[in-house]
């Protein structure tokens, strides 16, 4: 004659009912099929991951300081090289472009009296102060001349410029040349030695 136990674990309704000792079903948090159980965080996207892979463990500031030094330097100097051979690449973003290329290859290619200004001048105080003790009372004529020496130099740029502005208009279009007139009147005042970046070409038109 058979006997059924009464055991509680022997019965399978009972045993899926039955606690843990943590006080979880059996199943319960575990994975299910079909179903991915949360990590509890958002996933790491692929560009996250690589900039991670890239960043030191350790950040070390005077290392970091040598780096942007030595970065900082190299682009300066590839600066200014660009500024002696005219390379688009690396001059600053005000010289770089085709329309402010062809506005300083037409005010290099000519000779303008505005260009001499600047050394005109500079004879011109030094022969002030010749002449204040040589010759008082000559220092107003000597001012005088510097004037009309600056006068001259304006009206000859201006008149340049205008010129210019026309042709880049007619290569260009209108609406690529805004602020050229300022940067060309101000290139033109200079004289070429001392013009940023330097003249590519020479007086007359050809390349250097």
């Known amino acids: 004659m ?3 136990s009464t055991d509680a674990a022997d019965s399978p309704t009972e045993a899926a009912g039955a606690e843990t ?3 979880r079903t059996p199943g319960e948090g575990s994975s299910r099929p079909g179903v991915t159980p949360k990590k509890g965080r958002p996933t790491t ?3 996250e991951a690589e900039e991670r892979n890239r960043r030191p463990l350790v950040y070390d500031r005077k290392t970091a ?3 942007n030094k030595s970065e900082r330097q190299k682009m300066y100097s590839l600066q200014q090289e660009a500024m002696r051979t005219g390379e688009e690449k690396y001059l600053p973003q005000r010289d770089r472009g ?3 290329r062809d506005a300083r290859n037409w005010i290099d290619s000519r000779f303008l ?3 001499v200004f600047l050394p005109g001048a500079f004879v011109i105080m030094i022969g002030m102060l010749i002449v204040g003790r040589w010759l008082p009372g000559m220092e107003g004529y000597v001012v005088l001349a510097m004037y009309l020496m600056l006068l001259l130099a304006i009206v000859v740029s201006a008149i340049a410029v205008h010129v210019m ?3 880049l208009i007619a290569k260009h279009g209108a609406g690529n040349v ?3 007139v300022w940067y060309s009147f101000i290139r033109s005042m200079y004289p070429r030695f001392l013009r940023q970046p330097k003249p590519q070409v020479k007086v007359g038109g050809e390349p250097r």
């Open 2 to 4: 058979r006997f059924r």
């Open 21 to 23: 000792t943590d006080g």
């Open 45 to 47: 996207t692929r560009a």
């Open 65 to 67: 300081r040598r780096v």
């Open 98 to 100: 085709p329309v402010r």
């Open 113 to 115: 009296p505005s260009q």
């Open 165 to 167: 502005k026309r042709q």
């Open 178 to 180: 805004r602020g050229v």
